[in-house]
Nanobody, 115 residues
Framework: QVRLVESGGGLVQAGGTLRLSCAAS????????MGWYRQTPGKQRELVVT???????NYADSVKGRFTISRDNAKTTVYLQMNSLKPEDTAVYYC?????????WGQGTQVTVSS
């Protein structure tokens, strides 16, 4: 059974930092693309960043220079370091894995940035 469990969300003031983690189990982690997405009420889920097994990344323009994704294949975990947070970063953050063309999602973690 595939499980993706996000953690690290919370409430932070604008300009602050958070580090999200996503631990994967039940799926081959190495060799697959991992990603972070976010969603606010009434809006579609949007890409934040993806990372390949080789470390290639694709960031949304809105987070470039502020967010950093990394992965630890040994720990089957992907991280999202979020710096200089803005109120518009407030959302539920989801991680996913693309494993052989199948997409799996975590349950999400809430990030709230106060102004």
């Amino acid at each position: 059974q595939v499980r993706l469990v996000e953690s690290g969300g919370g409430l932070v003031q604008a300009g602050g930092t958070l580090r999200l983690s996503c631990a994967a189990s039940g799926v081959i982690f190495a060799g697959n693309v991992m990603g972070w997405y976010r969603q606010t009420p009434g809006k579609q889920r949007e890409l934040v960043v993806t990372i390949t097994d080789g470390g290639s990344t694709n960031y949304a323009d809105s987070v470039k220079g502020r967010f950093t994704i990394s992965r630890d294949n040994a720990k089957t975990t992907v991280y999202l370091q979020m710096n200089s947070l803005k109120p518009e970063d407030t959302a539920v953050y989801y991680c996913n894995i693309n494993s052989g063309g199948r997409i799996y999602w975590g349950q999400g973690t809430q990030v709230t940035v106060s102004s």
